[in-house]
């Protein structure tokens, strides 16, 4: 067991049964020229959680711990793209439209893949989900279950959307989350803010929230 330095209080990671969760680190998202910044956002607040996320993928890698990625998106015939997704926003150029990286969160588009940093491996399941939280319409329960996980190490974005839906549909399901605060990034400031005290408050009633770097120091990797 290892004991990592967070907030509420100490996480208690023991790897035989965490896995470390990287929540749609998306070219879309993430890149320059992708969906995210053609609405105007500033990708550099997601990148940033790009370099830590590394560290403790290959950290995790080392350990043997179960590493899942998750990237949302659709069928190319859109079919499990719910009318209301679609028409939110009132975009001009909005998901299943072809955007500067392909279809935007298209299954198969070059956009809608995992940034070249945390390319996943052999042996690491890719979990593809039509909503924000990585538990609708997936099977990452089953998969976390037959493995026998009951921890997951959350890295990835955005903090308040996709990484928050997901702590807390894991969290339901009895799932002790550790979300690591540079590992994970949004478009706003004080949402980032705002999201990781919302799951460490009244005593972690989502998760625990601490960083990158006393995660590795827990595991001897740091
Ligand atoms: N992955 C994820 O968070 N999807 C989003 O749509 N996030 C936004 O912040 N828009």
Redesign the pocket.
């Given at each position: 067991m290892a004991v990592v330095q967070a907030e509420p209080y100490e996480f208690g990671l023991d790897p035989a049964h965490c896995a470390l969760l990287i929540?749609?680190m998306q070219r879309d998202?993430v890149d320059p020229g992708g969906f995210g910044e053609a609405l105007g956002n500033d990708v550099a607040l997601l990148r940033k959680a790009i370099a830590p996320t590394r560290r403790v993928l290959e950290a995790a890698r080392d350990l043997g711990m179960l590493v899942i990625h998750t990237r949302?998106g659709h069928r190319p015939d859109l079919t499990d793209l719910p009318p209301s997704k679609k028409l939110r926003g009132r975009l001009k150029t909005g998901i299943g439209d072809r955007g500067p990286m392909g279809r935007i969160l298209v299954r198969g588009e070059y956009g809608h893949d995992i940034v070249d940093e945390l390319k996943p491996v052999a042996g690491e399941p890719i979990v593809d989900k039509p909503g924000?939280g990585a538990f609708y319409a997936t099977d990452l329960d089953a998969i976390l279950h037959d493995r026998g996980i009951r921890q997951l190490v959350v890295c990835g974005?955005?903090t308040e959307?996709?990484?928050n839906t997901t702590v807390r549909e894991a969290n339901d399901r009895g799932y002790d989350c550790l979300v690591l605060e540079d590992c994970v990034g949004s478009?706003f400031p004080e949402f980032q803010k705002a999201a990781l005290a919302m799951i460490k408050a009244q005593g972690g009633i989502f998760g625990w929230v601490g960083n990158s770097q006393r995660l590795l120091e827990a595991l001897n990797k740091g």
């Open positions: 929540i749609d998202f949302e924000k974005v955005t959307v996709c990484v478009y």
